[in-house]
């Protein structure tokens, strides 16, 4: 018997643990390389990196504020994930998302945040869930893929929102297509004012309640796929479809509600975004974190637990970047995407590449030492 | 009379220029789907070959070396697809989705690096670009009267990788459809191991087609960057990747019903240009963006059966296994 394809042999913190660190330190080599081939030292730069995202109050409040919207996007692949299905279509989810968050805060005028949170949450996991379920509905019922469809579903969404932008909700005797701004009662409290009032000077930053709220997502999430039964079916469903239907499992269903549900994660991104910084509806907010959220969760193994610190990683990745950009004339904050591009490929197109010399390498070990319990 | 033949010319000839690049990767998309490997990644090779040919036409001044260089950049990164996808029986989707995002990242990276004007490579001047050929009698003939101009606007007066692209197209269903090559591509796209079973090497056939692609984005790189404009500029294909796709599904994986679906998509996207703003009779305006949307919501349309169906390749996506 050969070691080689046999899943379960690696123990679980070499799958959950050594595999992400790897692929990490492989990724940053390959960015490392990157910086040395435009010229700059790239001890020099990672160290700008690490200060500008943790150096800082602020620089780590911003790293949060990116790791908030990537909390969203990484559950929202991840959920799709486990049901067997590849949701590309986050960033074109969380724009929809947006978009509900944005029309609520507009029609609720002066609510308090607090009793307006519920409902700009539902409008966005309603948005976003919508954007995601029609795909959904289109696998289930239409045999069409859903990676293509959520692919077209992004490029929809941006051309809707820009017509809806630019033709309605823009603020009248404006050029930029924004809306107007939402009414400042709405605004969620931002990390320094809610740690403030409990004494504690924390530096201005975007960080605000969302961060809360994604934790919570995140439990929610853990709750849901492993501690329920349409969770249950949803892993049935993503492992063997087949065994599921033998089962009594209807994978229709769960690939429907499956993707409603990651797009309504996706969407959250929006209340993070809109409600909590922006304050007003705006052309391309999700910036790419969408499709970051693939990274995200591809690096955290589909586990709330993983995508947490995958999540912070990248928000750091991204706020470290920004000051590496500022820092260095020649090095663009895009070396955030290169190093998420690498991510993607060794976490999960190569994801075989180190298992065969890890699973050798355990394999040696258990021969010279007795087996432990 | 004449002005509206010389508007509808003009109508064409953009639908014929903005139809290439979606045509030359949606060569390449079928080269790589029929042979069972999804071609997610046209838009990354596309992108990295439009920064390698704009960086090397403004170093070197030559839009042929570019041209070289797109090819090999393109071609590094279909390497990698095929590397993942078939020699590592990795997910397809997710080799793809890292190769489009890791081009994305580093020729905006490079060309903040090299060139220091904002993630865009300096203008180029005419002679590192490819220009117009004007084809024999093009002048002379601009008397005629209907087909005079259609051959001197529309025909003539096109750089040499417009002429290339339509050319590739019936060149594309001659090998896929009369050569032996072409009968073992399309058959190991759909029966792997009826391939396997005849003695024929699969990884190596599809090797083949996903470096066949790799070379046609190059071109379609090229063409972004050193033709059709003047330089690279971050993101410039732009989705251009994915349209190409499309195009492909609904051209539903076969050469000719996918030029017209190149060119259908390249219309709306010449129409939508010159519809800003204009009140159509009857109808009132069209808002753009609506016209913007068209190819991505009939692709959606046409998978979901609603107009037609599509069926694709068998076994794409699915990595090859030698049983025992």
Same mark, same amino acid.
């Given at each position: 018997m050969t070691a080689r394809g046999a899943d379960g042999r690696l123990p679980w913190w070499a799958t959950a643990i050594l595999m992400p660190v790897l692929n990490v330190a492989v990724a940053l080599a390959l960015s490392a390389l990157v910086i040395l081939l435009i010229g700059e030292d790239p001890v020099g730069a990672l160290g700008t990196m690490v200060v500008g995202a943790f150096g800082s109050g602020t620089g780590i409040g911003y790293t949060l504020y990116y790791a908030t919207s990537l909390i969203f996007t990484g559950l929202a692949v991840a959920i799709a994930f486990h049901g067997g299905l590849f949701n590309i279509g986050a960033e074109g989810q969380a724009y929809i998302g947006g978009l509900g968050v944005g029309l609520a805060c507009l029609a609720l005028g002066g609510w308090p945040w607090w009793l307006a949170l519920p409902v700009t949450v539902l409008a966005a996991m309603a948005f976003g869930g919508f954007w995601g379920l029609v795909p959904g509905w289109l696998q289930a019922y239409r045999g069409s893929h859903v990676v293509i469809t959520t692919i077209m579903f992004n490029f929809i969404a941006s051309a809707l929102m820009v017509y809806l932008l630019v033709n309605w909700l823009i603020r009248p005797g404006?050029?930029?297509?924004e809306s107007r701004e939402i009414d400042p009662s709405l605004f969620l409290p931002k990390a320094d004012e809610m740690l403030g009032a409990l004494g504690l000077e924390v530096a201005n930053s975007p960080l605000n309640l969302s961060f809360l709220l994604a934790l919570l997502a995140c439990v929610a999430v853990w709750l849901y796929v492993w501690h329920t039964r349409p969770g249950f079916a949803l892993r049935t469903v993503g492992a063997n479809e087949d065994a599921a239907r033998y089962a009594g499992i209807d994978p229709k269903h769960v690939i429907i509600i499956t993707m409603a549900l990651s797009g309504g994660l996706a969407g959250l991104l929006g209340v993070n975004e809109i409600q909590g910084v922006q304050h007003r509806l705006l052309l391309n907010f999700p910036a790419g974190l969408g499709f970051t959220g693939i990274a995200v969760a591809l690096m955290g193994r589909g586990h709330p637990a993983g995508i947490v610190p995958a999540a912070i990683l990248f928000g750091a990745l991204y706020q470290g970047g920004a000051e590496l950009a500022f820092e260095y004339q020649t090095i663009s904050p895009e070396l955030v995407i290169v190093i998420q591009g690498v991510v993607i490929l060794f976490?999960?197109?190569?994801?075989h590449l180190f298992r065969p010399a890890l699973l050798a390498l355990f394999a040696r070990r258990g021969k010279t030492k007795p087996v432990e319990a | 009379m004449a002005d509206s033949l010389l508007w509808l010319l003009s109508l064409l000839d953009s639908t014929a220029r903005l139809a290439v690049p979606l045509l030359l990767a949606a060569l390449a998309g079928f080269y790589a789907e029929r042979a069972?490997?999804?071609?997610?990644h046209l838009e990354g090779k596309m992108l990295a070959g439009a920064f390698a040919a704009a960086a090397t036409a403004a170093v070197t001044g030559s839009a042929w070396l570019g041209l070289l260089a797109a090819i090999a950049a393109s071609l590094a990164l279909a390497a990698v697809h095929g590397f993942a996808s078939i020699s590592q029986r990795g997910n397809q989707v997710v080799s793809a989705v890292a190769i489009n995002t890791v081009a994305l990242g580093l020729t905006a990276v490079l060309a903040n690096a090299w060139f220091q004007i904002g993630g865009r490579t300096p203008n180029l001047p005419a002679d590192a670009r490819f220009g117009e050929v004007t084809l024999p009698l093009a002048q002379s003939l601009s008397g005629v009267p209907v087909l005079g101009p259609i051959y001197a606007?529309?025909?003539?007066?096109?750089?040499?990788l417009v002429y290339l692209a339509f050319l590739l197209v019936p060149a594309t269903a001659w090998v896929a459809y009369r050569t032996r090559l072409g009968l073992r591509l399309r058959a190991v796209g759909e029966n792997p191991s009826a391939v396997d079973t005849a003695g024929i090497n699969v990884a190596r056939l599809r090797y083949q087609a996903v470096l066949i692609g790799g070379v046609l984005c190059g071109f379609a790189g090229a063409y972004l960057s050193t #033709?059709? @404009?003047a330089g690279f500029q971050t993101n410039m294909t732009a989705g251009k990747g994915y349209l190409a796709l499309a195009a492909l599904i609904l051209g539903k994986w076969r050469p000719v019903p996918t030029l017209l679906a190149c060119l259908l998509f390249a219309f709306a996207d010449a129409l939508q240009t010159r519809l800003q703003g204009v009140a159509l009779p009857g109808i009132g305006q069209v808002p753009v963006q609506l016209i913007e949307a068209l190819p991505y919501i009939l692709t959606v349309l046409l998978l979901a059966g609603f107009v037609g169906k599509a069926v694709p390749p068998? #076994?794409? @996506?699915q990595p090859y296994v030698k049983d025992r």
């Open positions: 404006q050029m930029s297509p976490a999960g197109a190569l994801e | 069972g490997i999804i071609a997610l606007e529309l025909v003539s007066g096109h750089n040499i #033709a059709q @404009g068998k #076994a794409i @996506g």
